[in-house]
């Protein structure tokens, strides 16, 4: 598996400490370190975010250690290691810290709003934040009613009196844990909201379930104000692919105001699901992949986004436009860039792919954040579509009416449009995952040449139903919704 290796320079360690000195009152200030941010300004050592108070101070802490829990964590080969920094974004309203799972199976994000922030002006950017392990001890016996100090990044007269990173991590970063983060938004944004709890069914439901151990795919379904399990993807079930990897809920319940569910329409296979509970002026969520041995990294959301022979110029445009909003409008989006919308959706897939879009359920909104990863390397992230270029170079790609013939090693597959422009294809990666985890190679190919061919794009579009960018016509980006199997791609 290729891995990078991400480094965190901090000025000091992140700790709770006097903070007289700060905020000329007694009390204590949670001092979150910061490392690599950018800003408006351009990168920064060590930017500062926020300097102000916590409304419910212990709320707060237990939420971010739910954060820092999941980050931790391995919940498929939980013996191998895994110990990343959370990831903090400042969209001028908000603080939004967010982790993956080491496997890559669990995305974690605490929305800290404006009702839970007090006494200061919330800036822009993204960074790492630094949870270490005295910092994660101190939270956990945090109490009282005492006024918490927050400072998001150190105060600059702190930057000029200490001399250089002082502490530094290196951490292994798996390329999947970067893709894992293109495809949550992807997956995310066919969402809606299947349920909500009040905070004592809340309560009772995530207490119910295992904390450890490989539990069962089960499937739940609202009944009145509770959560029901069952057996099967009834209408209106969400799934609960390996539930306990929701554990990490387990530190906020008694601070719970209620539970929201969200997923796609029920299917016949697991399917990806988003588990939100609702706090006092925050929101913490966790988005769980279909199966706890299949991380995200290879749902194959974004192929058809980065299929699109315009979709990199087009991100290029769009990404001058954001500005760490917390919520973008494509319809808004597409008016200043003077493209029609799918193109727009399409660039927000790619740019997801270096990390700068993220997607809120609850709000049902795309944000900006920005992370320290190149647009440009999505393609290097993604076998099929390097596979599906490779087949296009070699000339594999034979367009026909109704869809087209592409020949591998000897080997035909036939490419169909179905209904609704729909591809389908005859390879054993079709017939396992039926579309569910993204296109396969042959009809990447077949996208690319169509969106590729002028002598032949007309027929394409006339006899196959695709569109100039490649995509079949009507259709977006395949969403993973009924999807099921392994981890892994081809």
Not at 370 to 379: D, G, I, N, S, V
């Amino acid at each position: 598996m290729t891995q990078a290796v991400q480094t965190y320079a901090y000025l000091r360690s992140s700790a709770i400490r006097d903070s007289a000195v700060q905020s000329g009152a007694a009390g204590r200030s949670l001092d979150l370190e910061t490392s690599g941010g950018a800003t408006p300004a351009g990168a920064v050592a060590n930017p500062q975010f926020f300097s102000g108070f916590l409304t419910t101070p212990v709320p707060a802490a237990a939420a971010l250690l739910a954060v820092a829990d999941v980050a931790a964590a391995r919940y498929y080969r939980p013996l191998l290691r895994a110990s990343l920094d959370p990831v903090v974004t400042a969209n001028g309203d908000r603080l939004r810290f967010e982790s993956f799972s080491g496997c890559c199976g669990v995305y974690a994000r605490l929305d800290v709003l404006g009702a839970g922030l007090d006494g200061g002006e919330i800036g822009h950017g993204t960074t790492n934040v630094d949870v270490n392990s005295p910092l994660r001890d101190a939270l956990g016996v945090l109490g009282g009613a005492e006024p918490l100090h927050l400072a998001v990044g150190p105060e600059a007269l702190e930057v000029t009196t200490l001399d250089g990173p002082l502490v530094e991590k290196k951490v292994p970063l798996p390329e999947r844990w970067l893709r894992g983060f293109a495809e949550t938004q992807v997956l995310a944004a066919g969402f809606d909201l299947r349920a909500e709890a009040p905070a004592a069914e809340a309560v009772r439901f995530l207490r119910s379930l295992p904390r450890t151990g490989r539990g069962a795919t089960q499937w739940v379904v609202a009944a009145g104000p509770t959560l029901r399990p069952t057996s099967r993807a009834v209408p209106g079930a969400v799934c609960l692919p390996g539930p306990e990897r929701l554990a990490a809920l387990q530190r906020v319940l008694r601070h719970a105001l209620a539970l929201r569910v969200y997923g796609p329409p029920a299917g016949p296979g697991p399917t990806a699901s988003a588990w939100e509970v609702v706090l006092p002026g925050m929101r913490l969520t966790l988005t769980l992949s279909p199966d706890a041995a299949r991380g995200f990294s290879g749902e194959g959301g974004v192929l058809d986004a980065l299929a699109a022979e315009s979709s990199a110029a087009d991100a290029e445009l769009v990404a001058v436009l954001l500005a760490w909003e917390p919520r973008i409008d494509p319809a808004e989006l597409a008016e200043q860039a003077g493209l029609p919308i799918d193109r727009v959706r399409a660039a927000l897939t790619r740019l997801g792919t270096a990390g700068q879009i993220g997607y809120d359920t609850a709000e049902a909104a795309y944000f900006h954040r920005q992370l320290p990863y190149e647009a440009a390397r999505a393609e290097d992230r993604n076998p099929r579509l390097r596979a599906a270029r490779a087949l296009v170079a070699a000339g594999a790609v034979r367009l026909e009416q109704g869809g087209a013939l592409v020949t591998v090693d000897g080997h035909v597959q036939r490419v169909r449009i179905g209904a609704a422009g729909r591809l389908s294809c005859t390879c054993l990666w079709w017939a396992k995952y039926r579309g569910g985890r993204g296109p396969c190679k042959h009809a990447l190919a077949v996208s690319l040449t169509a969106g590729r061919d002028e002598t032949g794009l007309t027929a394409a579009r006339d006899e196959t139903g695709l569109t100039a960018g490649g995509r079949p016509a009507g259709v977006g980006s395949v969403q993973g919704r009924d999807a099921a199997g392994v981890e892994g791609e081809l």
